[in-house]
């Protein structure tokens, strides 16, 4: 599609430069604005840990579930951890079907059944825009079972979207409003944050940094406070490094039979 008349000088360095700026920016924000929110949500996650169960971690939508997998089976990341990895709203089954699943009402509720998740469970449920119906029913239903809830969503994006908006749960309902504790990731209405000359839309989305960056400093904070009782976590190490695979090997059969997607 060609444009109505071509577009001159965009320096493509520059747009690069303002972006990293931009993301540093935003991931400072959080630092600044939310480290008492992720302190109180390690709490939860420590004391989970201290009893030896699983922290599950689910992104309803096709980017959000990058999310899961952010610190599941990962270098530096707590064995603890146990990403829900649905196949419905994966990308790698096909975009458009991804985004119909998680605009699917019901849905998410299958996906917390299936998992057998109850009031022993701990979920984490990432979702940058924080109003799907995926989502909302996944946390309804972990509700309803008594599981315990961390939420991490942009304030901004869930309360400025307009509840008629197609993607919304039947209940209009809002993650943080719904979890026990929430994080805001502030991931601003649209994602994309650089404006490229006169494009209607801009391009370079945060939400991955936003969300990423979000659940490291939770495992950071988690990490701290389990060495102030006294506990060192298992942390998994890369495979690829020297003595990886000897490393992890010791705690495989720990986790091998209760974590799902291990």
Same mark, same amino acid.
């Given at each position: 599609?060609?444009?109505? +008349?071509?577009?001159?000088?965009?320096?493509?360095?520059?747009?690069? *430069? *303002?972006?990293?700026?931009?993301?540093?920016?935003?991931?400072?924000?959080?630092?600044?604005?939310?480290?008492? @929110?992720?302190?109180?949500?390690?709490?939860?996650?420590?004391?989970?840990?201290?009893?030896?169960?699983?922290?599950?971690?689910?992104?309803?939508?096709?980017?959000?579930?990058?999310?899961? *997998?952010?610190?599941? $089976?990962?270098?530096?990341?707590?064995?603890?951890?146990?990403?829900?990895?649905?196949?419905?709203? #994966? /990308?790698?089954?096909?975009?458009?079907?991804?985004?119909?699943?998680?605009?699917?009402?019901?849905?998410?509720?299958?996906?917390?059944?299936?998992?057998?998740?109850?009031?022993?469970?701990?979920?984490? /449920?990432?979702?940058?825009?924080?109003? %799907?119906?995926?989502?909302?029913?996944? @946390?309804?239903? !972990?509700?309803?079972?008594?599981?315990?809830?961390?939420?991490? %969503?942009? =304030? *901004?994006?869930?309360?400025?979207?307009?509840?008629?908006?197609? !993607?919304?749960?039947?209940? +209009?309902?809002?993650?943080?409003?719904?979890?026990?504790?929430?994080?805001?990731? +502030?991931?601003?209405?649209?994602? !994309? #944050?650089?404006? !490229?000359?006169?494009?209607?839309? =801009?391009?370079?989305?945060?939400?991955? $940094?936003?969300?990423?960056?979000?659940?490291?400093?939770?495992?950071?904070?988690?990490?701290? +406070?389990? /060495?102030?009782?006294?506990?060192?976590?298992?942390?998994?190490?890369?495979?690829?490094?020297?003595?990886?695979?000897?490393? %992890?090997? =010791? $705690?495989?059969? =720990? $986790?091998?039979?209760?974590?799902?997607?291990?």
């Amino acid at each position: 599609m060609h444009m109505d +008349k071509p577009t001159a000088g965009i320096d493509a360095h520059s747009l690069c *430069q *303002q972006y990293l700026q931009d993301v540093t920016d935003h991931m400072q924000r959080i630092l600044d604005e939310e480290s008492d @929110a992720m302190e109180r949500a390690a709490s939860l996650i420590a004391d989970q840990i201290a009893a030896d169960r699983l922290v599950h971690v689910f992104g309803p939508g096709g980017h959000s579930n990058l999310a899961a *997998q952010e610190i599941f $089976f990962r270098a530096g990341g707590l064995m603890h951890v146990s990403a829900i990895l649905d196949e419905g709203t #994966l /990308l790698s089954n096909g975009a458009l079907r991804s985004m119909a699943m998680e605009r699917t009402p019901g849905y998410g509720r299958i996906v917390i059944r299936d998992h057998r998740l109850d009031s022993n469970d701990l979920l984490i /449920l990432v979702n940058a825009y924080g109003i %799907n119906a995926a989502l909302i029913d996944a @946390a309804l239903e !972990a509700r309803e079972r008594g599981v315990k809830l961390i939420g991490i %969503n942009s =304030r *901004q994006h869930a309360e400025g979207t307009q509840t008629g908006h197609p !993607a919304r749960h039947p209940e +209009k309902h809002n993650l943080h409003d719904l979890v026990d504790f929430a994080v805001d990731c +502030k991931v601003p209405i649209g994602d !994309a #944050l650089v404006q !490229a000359g006169e494009m209607r839309e =801009r391009i370079a989305a945060v939400s991955t $940094f936003a969300n990423a960056y979000t659940l490291n400093c939770l495992v950071i904070h988690t990490v701290a +406070k389990l /060495l102030e009782r006294g506990i060192e976590p298992p942390i998994w190490r890369s495979g690829n490094a020297p003595g990886g695979d000897e490393a %992890n090997a =010791r $705690f495989i059969d =720990r $986790f091998n039979h209760r974590v799902k997607s291990l």
